[in-house]
C-alpha cells in the first residue's frame, strides 16, 4: 500500500482524480476538455504531478483542432492525462465506491 493512500484528500482533489478517472475509461482514452477545469484544478494537477500520481501533457493544436473536428465537438480537447502510478486507480476506486454507497443509501 502506497502512502498516498493514508493521505488526506480536499473534495476538489477527489473530484479532480474522479473527472480524470472518467476521461481515462470513457473519453477516449485520458483526453481532457481543460474548459472543464478552473485555476484551481490546474493546481490540484499540479500537485499531482508533483506527487507522481499523473502525466498531463497539453494537446499540439493542430492534433487538437484535427481531433475536434473529426469528433464535431465544439469545446476540444486540450490535454491528456495517465495514471502512472497504481495508488491513483487505488484512490479513484476507494472514492467512486464511497460515492455509490452515498447515494444508496440517501
Not at 499523473?54 to 487538437?64: G, H, L, N, Q, T
Not at 502512472?84 to 487505488?90: F, G, K, V
Request: hydrophobic residues 40%.
Amino acid at each position: 500500500m502506497g502512502k498516498l493512500l493514508e493521505r488526506v484528500f480536499s473534495r476538489d482533489e477527489k473530484s479532480v482524480l474522479l473527472y480524470f478517472e472518467t476521461c481515462l475509461v470513457d473519453s477516449y482514452g485520458g483526453k481532457v476538455q481543460g474548459a472543464r477545469m478552473n485555476g484551481e484544478d490546474m493546481l490540484i494537477t499540479e500537485n499531482f504531478e508533483r506527487l507522481g500520481l499523473i502525466k498531463f501533457e497539453r494537446i499540439p493544436f493542430r492534433k487538437m483542432e484535427k481531433l475536434r473536428k473529426k469528433l464535431n465537438m465544439a469545446t476540444p480537447y486540450t490535454h491528456t492525462v495517465r495514471f502512472i502510478d497504481e495508488d491513483a486507480w487505488t484512490l479513484a476506486h476507494r472514492w467512486r465506491r464511497e460515492r455509490a454507497e452515498r447515494l444508496v443509501n440517501k
